[in-house]
């Protein structure tokens, strides 16, 4: 089976790629005028290492201009937050992505979208199931005289959140398959090469791995 996956290179979503192994995997990366586009590269080694049987990267960089003063990700004047506020989420960024990941999909005859959020991520509106769930509905409703027709496949939008899984999880999963690469992937929302070690995601990540009981091996600016 086929299966389109939203991948950023992050620790979420390259866990959720390895989880995903079964599928048939076709990676798509924005980028989107974030700080941390170190993440591009990133991805792009990752996905031959798992060994994607396709991997775009779109350029959707014009949202930093819709964007403007919103949130800390894109608008380099806002400080990136060390724990949790609204000004690290952009709007409705999830929607977008899987909205042209779900396109990709229906020209690919994919089955499954996927994306790496997990319980964690309850903060975050565009995480939550029922928002997945409620977007799968529109988007096969967008395309239903050409499911009707049997020229489309009907998608299923997923994410490990739907099977309650949390990052701590997600990392044990990957951590199983891709051993010592999993220290490779990238977290932070800076525009450093070296994770910050400082800003939210982070945090986050360095968390997951102790929660994991995984000795981190990142290399971080601040420890």
Same mark, same amino acid.
Request: glycine share 6%; charged share 25%.
């Given at each position: 089976m086929k299966a389109v996956i939203v991948f950023s290179g992050g620790l979420d979503s390259v866990c959720t790629a390895a989880y995903m192994k079964k599928?048939?995997?076709?990676?798509? *990366?924005?980028?989107?005028?974030?700080?941390?586009n170190n993440e591009i590269k990133i991805a792009q080694k990752f996905s031959k290492l798992l060994? /994607?049987?396709?991997?775009?990267v779109v350029?959707?960089?014009?949202?930093?201009?819709?964007?403007?003063?919103?949130?800390?990700?894109?608008?380099?004047?806002?400080?990136?937050p060390s724990? /949790?506020?609204?000004?690290?989420?952009?709007p409705i960024r999830n929607a977008i992505f899987l909205s042209?990941?779900?396109?990709?999909?229906?020209?690919?005859?994919?089955?499954?979208?996927?994306y790496g959020a997990h319980t964690g991520d309850m903060r975050y509106?565009?995480?939550r199931p029922t928002f997945a769930k409620l977007l799968t509905k529109a988007l096969n409703q967008g395309e239903i005289d050409g499911i009707n027709l049997n020229l489309r496949k009907r998608i299923r939008i997923w994410s490990p959140f739907m099977d309650n899984l949390s990052k701590s999880d997600l990392l044990r999963k990957g951590y199983k398959e891709l051993g010592q690469y999993i220290?490779?992937?990238?977290?932070?929302?800076?525009?450093?090469?070296?994770?910050?070690? *400082?800003c939210e995601s982070c945090n986050n990540r360095r968390l997951a791995f102790y929660k994991s009981k995984i000795a981190d091996k990142t290399k971080y600016l601040k420890i």
């Amino acid at each position: 089976m086929k299966a389109v996956i939203v991948f950023s290179g992050g620790l979420d979503s390259v866990c959720t790629a390895a989880y995903m192994k079964k599928y048939e995997l076709y990676g798509i *990366t924005f980028s989107y005028g974030q700080k941390a586009n170190n993440e591009i590269k990133i991805a792009q080694k990752f996905s031959k290492l798992l060994e /994607f049987k396709e991997h775009k990267v779109v350029d959707i960089s014009f949202m930093k201009g819709l964007y403007g003063n919103t949130n800390a990700l894109t608008d380099s004047k806002i400080t990136i937050p060390s724990e /949790f506020d609204y000004s690290i989420v952009a709007p409705i960024r999830n929607a977008i992505f899987l909205s042209i990941a779900s396109a990709w999909a229906f020209a690919r005859e994919a089955e499954i979208v996927a994306y790496g959020a997990h319980t964690g991520d309850m903060r975050y509106p565009d995480c939550r199931p029922t928002f997945a769930k409620l977007l799968t509905k529109a988007l096969n409703q967008g395309e239903i005289d050409g499911i009707n027709l049997n020229l489309r496949k009907r998608i299923r939008i997923w994410s490990p959140f739907m099977d309650n899984l949390s990052k701590s999880d997600l990392l044990r999963k990957g951590y199983k398959e891709l051993g010592q690469y999993i220290f490779k992937s990238w977290s932070c929302y800076g525009g450093n090469k070296i994770h910050c070690g *400082t800003c939210e995601s982070c945090n986050n990540r360095r968390l997951a791995f102790y929660k994991s009981k995984i000795a981190d091996k990142t290399k971080y600016l601040k420890i």
